[in-house]
Structure formats: structure tokens, C-alpha cells
């Protein structure tokens, strides 16, 4: 194809694949630090220009996380927004302290001025299509609030954008002359799968929601925190503080459980708490049963903290 670029592992030694990926990462699309669960994976990048956007189709064989830094960031500072179409597996994505878990025909919007993560606990095939900011602001009035907040498989013109970003991969190299034309029809159908907004808060109620997220990470070791415990702690109303969540398309226990979560998580990766038993974490993660964590965790991440924890050392 004359239009395509393609990367793979194929035929790198295996010493030399992780220092090959993130490299090939780095010139593709821009810096991110990649870890792979296997020394031995294999990796392919296929990528083409539609006029200001780039399209890049990315097959990785093994569980795997990628992270935009703020190091990265600082070396490499492009102002790009990146829409992720999940082909084949499970990604979960973090951003602005939001986190969501993605499978088949799942899309997601991740902004590249700031910090990020990607994870997945097995094989991945997705789409990636990388808008210049200025670009993508010709189309919504505020990208950035978009960041991070799932479209789902089967939502309105969920479908119109999942086959326009197929065709737009299978015809690259048959639209000499219409690359700019492809880059709208791509735009366009975005839009339209985001909507009018996928938040209904205002500005003002949107620093509250970033204040209660800050609140709940700080309280969240607290087994029986409740609603009006945050709420007193923001200086607003139990009923408030449900009306900007509902508006953020969440609830305050889905919050509360996946802050908690997340707290475990990093306990459970960090070598400092190798000795420390998975209920222990549990308990300093504000769950009371042992048994219930494993449950939520499992759902969560894919499999067990105990199996989580292992993997990670």
C-alpha cells in the first residue's frame, strides 16, 4: 500500500522487542512508555495519513500497559486527541481520574497534553486515530470534556463510526485526492457518537465533580463512608452531590467501588507491599470482606487480586 506504514516485531530478537515497541511508538504516534506481561510478544503497527488525522491499526499478543507520562509529556509535548476503537479484548483506560473498561466495538477518547494509562490482561487488536486539537475543535466545542467517558457498542452512530474507521483502513491508499474529505467523514461521525455532550454539568458543577473525586480518593479507605459523609466534606447536599454525578453518567457507590479499586491495584503492584496480605489490602482499601473484594477485583481487572498480584512482580 502506498500509503501505509507498517512496524512489527517480527524478526527482532526477543532481548530487543521492548526497546523496539517503544520506540516504534515514539516515531508512530508520539511518547508513551510500554510494558508487555511477556519478554516474547509480538507487535504490529499499520498506520496511514488521511490528511491532518493519522490512522493506526495496532495488534499486540500479550497483556500489556502503555502510559503517558509526565515526563513524556514534557519531551514530547504534541497536542493530540486520540480516539481508541477496541477490535478484539479488553482495555481499561484512566484519564482525569476516570476510569472505564472497554471490550468489542467500544471507542474512548484520550487526550495526549495530559496523563494517561491503558491496560490490558491479554491479546488486543484496536484502532487508534490521532486528531490534532485545533483540528477537532472545528467539531465540538470542547474535546477535552469528552476525555475519557466511553461510547459504547450499539449507542446512537456508535456503528456509522465503527465501519467509517474500517473503511477508512481498508481503502487508504483508494482516496488520492480525498484525504481531507475522509479526515471530515471521520470527524463528523464522532460528533455525532458523542452528541451534544456526554456531561450535563456546567463548569462550576464540573470543579465540584473534580473536588468530590479528590474527596472520595481521600476517604475512600473508610468502610462505611456514605453519600452525606463526601457531601458534608464538599459543603454541599447528599442530593447534590447525586445530581452532578448523574450528570457525569456515574453513581456514587460505581465511584466509590472503582476509587477503591484502584487503590488495591496499586498496593497490589507495588513491591513495598509484597508482605502484605491480599485481605490486609483489602481492608486498608475500605472493603470489610475479603471475599466481596476478590469478587468486585476479579470483575474489574479480569482475574484475582492473588493472580493480579503475582503478574505484576
Known sequence: MRNQQCWTTAGVD???????????????????????????????????????LRLSRLDISTGHTVTRSEAAIARSPVARINLNYVQRGQLVAEQHRRTCV???????????????????????????????????????????????????????????????????????????????????????ALALAIGRDQSGNSTHCRRIYARLQKTLEDLSHVPELEAKDVANALSISPRYLYKILARENTTYCRELMRIRLQRSERMLKDPRFASISVAEIAWRS?????????KRFREFFGCPPGAFRNTSH
Not at 520506540?23 to 488521511?50: G, M, P, V, W
Not at 466511553?150 to 481498508?170: C, E, F, M, Q, Y
Open 14 to 52: 526477543g532481548g530487543k522487542r521492548l526497546e523496539f515497541w517503544n520506540e516504534t511508538l515514539r516515531n508512530s504516534i508520539f511518547e508513551l512508555k510500554f510494558e508487555a506481561r511477556e519478554s516474547l510478544f509480538d507487535a504490529q503497527l499499520k498506520q496511514h495519513s488521511l490528511g491532518p
Open 286 to 294: 475500605g472493603f470489610r470482606d475479603p471475599s466481596h473484594f476478590s
Open 102 to 188: 472497554l471490550t468489542s466495538g467500544d471507542f474512548v477518547l484520550l487526550d495526549s497534553r495530559e496523563c494517561y494509562t491503558v491496560a490490558s490482561r491479554a491479546e488486543t487488536r484496536h484502532v487508534s486515530l490521532q486528531f490534532p486539537v485545533e483540528w477537532l475543535e472545528r467539531w465540538l466545542p470542547s474535546p477535552q470534556d469528552c476525555v475519557a467517558r466511553p461510547i459504547r457498542r450499539g449507542t446512537p452512530w456508535s456503528a456509522t463510526l465503527a465501519a467509517t474507521l474500517r473503511d477508512a483502513h481498508s481503502y487508504a491508499d483508494e482516496i488520492d485526492g480525498m484525504s481531507d474529505l475522509c479526515a471530515e467523514q471521520l470527524t463528523g
